[in-house]
Structures are given as C-alpha cells and as structure tokens.
C-alpha cells in the first residue's frame, strides 16, 4: 500500500516542480553591474543625438546642376521612383562629373551618381527618364565617346515606370505600418498596454537608427531595405518580449511598493535575461556580416541594413524599451504610494 501511494504521488510531485522552475529561475541572485535605468536619460540622449543627425543629413541642402538646391533626401533606387537606374562598369577612379556632364548633354536629368562594386568600379547613375532601348544605344554610344574601352556589355538598364515605383512606396509604407501595429496589439494583450506602446517605440526607434544611418552616408536604398527593416522589427520585439516577461514575473512575484523598488526590480529583470541578449545578437550577427562579406552586390546594403538594425535592436530593447515602460509605471507606483500614504497622515493628525 505503501509503494502504491508513492507512485500516485510520484507525478503531482514533477508536475509541481515543472511549475515552479519559472518562480525559481527569477529567484536566483543576479549580479547588477550597472544601473541601466539610473542612466536612462543618457540613452535617450545618445538615440536621439543619432536619430537628429541622420535628420539632418536627410534634410541637407544638396547641390545639382539640373535641380539647383534640394534635399540630399535618401539614395532611392528605381525600385521607389520612376525613371531608370544605369550601372556602367568603367573603371576605378572614374570621373563622376565627365559622366554627369555625358547624361545632361543627352537630355537626362541625373538624380544621382553612386560607386558600387568591390573595386568601386562601376558607376550607378540614377535619371528621372524613362529610357528606351534606342536611346540606351545611344547612351552606350556617348559613354563610348568619354571612355573608348566602355563596351555595350558593360551597361546594365533597369527601368521602373511611375506607377510601379509609386505603388512600390506605397506598400512599403504600409507594411512597416501594419506590422507595428500588430506587434502593439499582440504584446498588449500578451502582457499590458503599457510593455506594448515601449515596444512599439523601441521598434520605431530601429527603424529610424537604421534610416539615419543611410541618409547620413547616401547608402542606396531599393526593396531589400523593407525586408531589412521587418527582420529586425522581428528580432526586436522578440528580444524585448523576453526582457518584458520577465519583468512581468518579478513584478508578480514582488510587487514594488516604491520607485525604487520598481527601479531595482527593473534592472534585476535586465540582467537576469541580459546574457541570453547578448549572446542571441552575437549569434545573429555573425550570419549578418557574413553575408555582408560574402555575399554578392545585390544583398550588399540589405546585409548592412541588417548588421545595423540587429545592433539597434539589441540596444533599445536593453536601453529603451524597458526604460520607457519604467518611466511610465512609475507614475501609477507613485500614485498608489502617495494614496497610501494620505490616509495614514490623515489618521494621525
């Protein structure tokens, strides 16, 4: 009878250690090296210094013959804009005014003159026309006149008509919209409104570093940029989902009565899930920069835009996502505290 009685109470015992190993993995001691939501402000500070400065690099005046003075704006390829994208293999330490100056004799209106290839030696020109093949002969024929070993093999034409290149932009826009809009939802009800609007914050602020980044350094952007930028919204949120669950068991486990114990349970939360961060961006990044390394000029920006953005996102799940929900939970700890602290001095007057 004995025997018995152990084996019926064998299984409610794993399943009862099966339920506790959470309680147990958020009870072990963590070490806090630095004060990351103390220093928060910093973060916000340095986010924003990148952020306006990739503004600014958006916004500064660029100078072009044809135009006169615009925004320098981003390096749109055809895929965004109509008109058509002429890669040229010249030669390294090519001239870009000689080919500026071969285009405007022809008509075009250059948008933009770009190197590209490992040895730079390929010219990427961006024109506003929609060219047809004779005027492409006649295009190969002029760059013939300025570069006489240029052949008609080495001219690659792409074009884009206006309502590809606008309906192109259009569901781009969109895509990035839906997907922080479900990403909002989802993590709302996953957890509370609050963990999702600093989600969905931190997810706007990778897409903006990366942004920044490209109209800082004129870095060309085509289709692959969206599928970029929906990877990392996609590694982002996972990494900031993980960092708010635990949260989420601190907060249930030791509900702060005060900020700063709101403070030490956030930073506590950080650091418990801080290696799985670091170690989950290293494993990522490898694959990104190996193929920002190896792979071909096509995916060349798109794995850029990914080595950035993974970087971004590992940062602002740490740095500002969580400090964002802080900042806000705070109000509500400090009201609660306050409430009770009224009625106390009320009953002692």
């Not at 072990?28 to 630095?34: A, N």
């Not at 002029?142 to 192109?168: C, M, W």
């Not at 109209?215 to 970029?228: K, Q, R």
């Not at 919204?233 to 700063?260: C, K, L, W």
């Amino acid at each position: 009878m004995a025997n018995k009685s152990k084996r019926r109470n064998a299984p409610r015992a794993r399943v009862s250690h099966a339920s506790s190993r959470r309680t147990l993995l958020s009870e072990v001691p963590v070490r806090i090296r630095f004060d990351i939501i103390g220093h928060r402000k910093w973060f916000y500070l340095l986010s924003a210094l990148v952020i306006v400065v990739g503004l600014a690099a958006f916004l500064w005046p660029s100078a072009s013959p044809e135009k006169g003075y615009h925004p320098r704006a981003f390096n749109l390829s055809t895929d965004y804009v109509s008109g058509t994208r002429i890669e040229a293999r010249i030669g390294a330490g090519f001239n870009q005014n000689t080919i500026r100056n071969t285009f405007s004799s022809a008509g075009y209106t250059v948008e933009s003159i770009t190197a590209a290839g490992s040895d730079r030696s390929t010219a990427v020109v961006q024109i506003r026309q929609f060219i047809s093949q004779d005027q492409e002969l006649q295009l190969t024929r002029l760059l013939q006149k300025s570069y006489p070993h240029f052949t008609a093999g080495d001219l690659n034409v792409t074009r884009v008509d206006p309502v590809i290149g606008r309906e192109t932009s259009q569901r781009a826009i969109f895509g990035l919209l839906l997907a922080n809009v479900l990403i909002l939802i989802y993590v709302a009800i996953r957890f509370e409104y609050r963990f999702g609007v600093a989600a969905v914050i931190a997810l706007l602020h990778d897409a903006l570093i990366v942004c920044a980044f490209f109209a800082l350094f004129h870095w060309e952007v085509d289709i692959n940029f969206i599928a970029a930028i929906l990877t990392v919204v996609g590694y982002s949120v996972t990494d900031t989902v993980v960092i708010f669950d635990r949260v989420r068991e601190n907060m249930a486990q030791h509900p702060p009565n005060n900020v700063g114990q709101l403070l030490q349970l956030t930073n506590r939360s950080l650091w418990q899930t801080m290696a799985r961060s670091i170690n989950t961006v290293f494993t990522v990044l490898v694959c990104a920069v190996a193929l920002f390394l190896l792979g071909g000029e096509g995916i060349h920006y798109f794995a850029l835009a990914l080595v950035i953005g993974l970087l971004s996102g590992a940062y602002s799940s740490i740095f500002i996502a969580a400090p964002l929900w802080f900042d806000w939970r705070k109000r509500q700890v400090e009201t609660t505290a306050q409430g009770a602290v009224r009625p106390a001095g009320e009953q002692g007057s």
